[in-house]
């Protein structure tokens, strides 16, 4: 069955490179490139890529990216590789595509600015923004290309689904249509590297220091900067053995400015709330398409939240949309939306998002093509479900907010307890935190999102807690709440939260498929595999306050309470839904010295073991709140 399999993949991979091949010729035969130093306000030019088809017997729109990341290749003769991508289909279109390196970046003039803030109030020419920026390039874009039919279209993935919701935020009369995806929105509540407040050390360290984002440029350039390495390759041995924030300090040198930035400002104050790109989210005109992914390992929290954020600030708005679906960090852009590590869709979900919702909405707006009145507020793949479905509003007018309550004996139930003193204690010691995976490897993985969580439920500073097998289906939709009610030993901890659904011991092994044959996870065990759900980290000194944190009281009776996060997920009958509280997940966050101390200025002597307890008690019941949805 397997060499047949791989017969059949090493097939459609022949037929896919002719396909391409196919494609590419057509591409350069139909389009130009061009490339371009577009004048800002300020004088500052920003080097644009622009590749235009060469028909000249109608008018085309604009489709356009700025990016942090390069839009190379440079030269006029070199060209993006579309035919590998599927910008392609855009091409097909007949679409004016435009890719810009912003501000400060590669080969445009002027200074980068990490998340530069919005200013909404722009008194002179020297008052820029990525807004402005993004303004006076449309205004280029359409006085100086030939045979643009006056509309534009912006979007982008991540760092550049940033620089999207600033693009909405210029109002350009000409721009229609906007689609931010997986934005980078807040770096101190939920994206990149801060998570409630906690510092996702792995992902800020390897950004600015390993791939060399972070490094200044004296002028500007096409030449990629250096990365650097490290001598051990085990991340979670190398972060510990590095040791507190101000070892990797010393690593990341003088010369990465932002890292400093981020030191300077452990609490959410002024500086964090003016780089909130929600603040961009008011008096939107261009229709909007939030896009993001259920099992985003960076940016899961930017795209539901920006998305809540322009329906709250343009109340009654015709076109504000949301799309998420079962996908990694970009997946909805790649060919193959099947699978997540070991957790399969049952469909091409991504090929599926690709043809039904993002190539109409922009050909709707820019092209007057098609009819997308019938889309959806609220596109969200179910998983669990394995579908789509689309609602009026997110969350779902149906859903019931029911308390999921913690049990002596590790047990999860719809009931509140009854005893009078009960609870669960482990021993966090930052010693020996607890690791996100059980794997051996460097960069952080995104199949730790639907990993199997069996491996940390055999640790003793792992609390695990399961319903019995449900009798039914539980459909959860929306945002996931924690309330612990807990005492430490010292006066500061993390709360990691898992939500798990634990699969029937009677499941065997994944489904084979042409698209996980050579997938290394095809043959893993699925009785009993407890998938990752979702999972949150809070930082127990910001439990009333992110801008004020405080320390706990030693052994004193506290209530923690934080937004796990949104799910959209059924846990089926016959499977069991699980939680798990643990106070360390290493090397994702960093280490808590569970010492009220300044985290970023911790010295060894500083780290100390904290007996954790977590009460299931009448007077002192912790909880999940789960928003069930009631059909």
Not at 395 to 424: C, F, I, R, V
Not at 514 to 539: A, K, T
């Given at each position: 069955m397997r060499i047949i399999l791989?017969?059949?993949?090493?097939?459609?991979?022949?037929?896919?490179?002719?396909?391409?091949?196919?494609?590419?010729?057509?591409?350069?035969?139909?389009?130009?490139?061009?490339?371009?130093?577009?004048?800002?306000?300020?004088?500052?030019?920003?080097?644009?890529?622009?590749?235009?088809?060469?028909?000249?017997?109608?008018?085309?729109?604009?489709l356009m990216m700025r990016t942090p990341y390069s839009c190379s290749p440079y030269g006029e003769d070199k060209w993006m590789n579309f035919w590998d991508l599927y910008f392609k289909y855009y091409l097909r279109e007949g679409y004016i595509f435009v890719i810009q390196d912003v501000r400060g970046k590669w080969m445009s003039e002027g200074d980068f600015v990490n998340i530069r803030p919005f200013n909404p109030e722009k008194k002179n020419k020297s008052d820029i923004d990525e807004a402005s920026d993004t303004y006076d390039t449309i205004d280029w874009l359409i006085r100086n290309l030939p045979n643009n039919n006056g509309r534009v279209g912006v979007f982008g993935i991540s760092y550049p689904g940033f620089y999207s919701t600033m693009a909405a935020a210029s109002n350009h009369p000409a721009l229609v249509a906007v689609s931010p995806q997986a934005p980078v929105t807040n770096w101190f509540i939920g994206d990149d590297f801060h998570h409630n407040g906690a510092f996702f050390l792995m992902d800020a360290f390897n950004f600015y220091y390993s791939s060399g984002f972070g490094l200044p440029r004296s002028e500007p350039t096409s030449i990629a900067p250096s990365s650097q390495d490290v001598p051990v390759h085990d991340n979670y041995r190398f972060f510990l053995e590095t040791g507190p924030l101000p070892a990797f300090t010393k690593l990341v040198g003088d010369s990465v400015a932002f890292w400093n930035d981020l030191l300077a400002h452990p609490d959410y104050d002024a500086w964090w709330k003016a780089r909130d790109a929600r603040n961009a989210t008011g008096n939107l005109n261009p229709a909007m398409l939030w896009v993001g992914g259920l099992f985003d390992a960076e940016d899961h929290w930017g795209a539901w939240n920006a998305y809540k954020a322009a329906e709250m600030n343009n109340p009654g708005k015709d076109f504000n949309k949301l799309v998420m679906g079962?996908?990694?960090?970009?997946?909805?852009?790649?060919?193959?939306?099947?699978?997540?590590?070991?957790?399969?869709?049952?469909?091409?979900?991504?090929?599926?998002?690709?043809?039904?919702?993002?190539?109409?909405?922009?050909?709707?707006?820019?092209?007057?093509?098609?009819?997308?009145?019938?889309?959806?507020?609220?596109?969200?793949?179910?998983?669990?479900?394995?579908?789509?479905?689309?609602?009026?509003?997110?969350?779902?007018?149906?859903?019931?907010?029911?308390?999921?309550?913690?049990?002596?004996?590790?047990?999860?139930?719809?009931?509140?307890?009854?005893?009078?003193?009960?609870?669960?204690?482990?021993?966090?010691?930052?010693?020996?935190?607890?690791?996100?995976?059980?794997?051996?490897?460097?960069?952080?993985?995104?199949?730790?999102?639907?990993d199997d969580q069996r491996f940390s439920g055999r640790r003793p500073d792992v609390l695990s807690f399961k319903t019995e097998i449900l009798q039914e289906d539980v459909t959860v939709t929306?945002?996931?709440?924690?309330?612990?009610?807990?005492?430490?030993?010292?006066?500061?901890?993390?709360?990691?939260?898992?939500?798990?659904?634990?699969?029937?011991?009677?499941?065997?092994?994944?489904?084979?498929?042409?698209?996980?044959?050579?997938?290394?996870?095809?043959?893993?065990?699925?009785?009993?595999?407890?998938?990752?759900?979702?999972?949150?980290?809070?930082?127990?000194?910001?439990?009333?306050s992110y801008e004020v944190p405080e320390p706990f009281v030693p052994n004193a009776i506290t209530t923690v309470k934080f937004n796990v996060g949104d799910v959209a997920h059924t846990f089926k009958k016959g499977h069991r839904i699980m939680v798990q509280i643990q106070s360390s997940w290493f090397p994702l966050a960093d280490r808590n010295p569970q010492k009220f101390v300044n985290i970023y200025e911790a010295r060894e002597d500083d780290f100390q073991k904290a007996f954790v307890r977590i009460y299931h008690e009448n007077k002192h019941a912790s909880f999940m709140v789960l928003p069930v949805l009631e059909e």
């Open positions: 791989l017969l059949i993949g090493l097939n459609a991979g022949y037929l896919q490179a002719n396909a391409q091949n196919a494609d590419s010729i057509w591409i350069v035969n139909n389009y130009t490139k061009m490339e371009r130093q577009i004048p800002m306000r300020d004088g500052i030019r920003l080097f644009t890529s622009i590749y235009a088809p060469k028909d000249a017997t109608e008018k085309h729109p604009v079962p996908w990694y960090h970009n997946q909805w852009s790649t060919s193959d939306g099947t699978h997540l590590g070991n957790i399969h869709f049952g469909s091409n979900t991504s090929l599926w998002y690709q043809q039904m919702i993002e190539i109409p909405f922009f050909n709707y707006y820019l092209k007057d093509k098609g009819d997308i009145s019938k889309m959806a507020e609220a596109n969200v793949f179910m998983t669990g479900d394995n579908e789509w479905r689309q609602f009026i509003q997110w969350p779902p007018a149906g859903k019931q907010d029911k308390m999921l309550y913690l049990h002596e004996d590790g047990e999860l139930n719809w009931n509140s307890p009854l005893e009078s003193a009960s609870h669960t204690e482990y021993i966090s010691d930052p010693a020996k935190p607890v690791p996100y995976t059980e794997d051996v490897h460097f960069n952080r993985t995104r199949n730790y999102m639907t929306g945002v996931v709440t924690a309330g612990l009610h807990t005492s430490i030993s010292t006066t500061d901890a993390d709360f990691v939260v898992k939500l798990i659904d634990v699969f029937p011991d009677s499941m065997s092994y994944n489904i084979i498929d042409v698209y996980s044959v050579d997938d290394p996870s095809y043959d893993y065990p699925m009785g009993g595999y407890e998938m990752l759900v979702h999972g949150e980290i809070f930082r127990g000194r910001y439990r009333n």
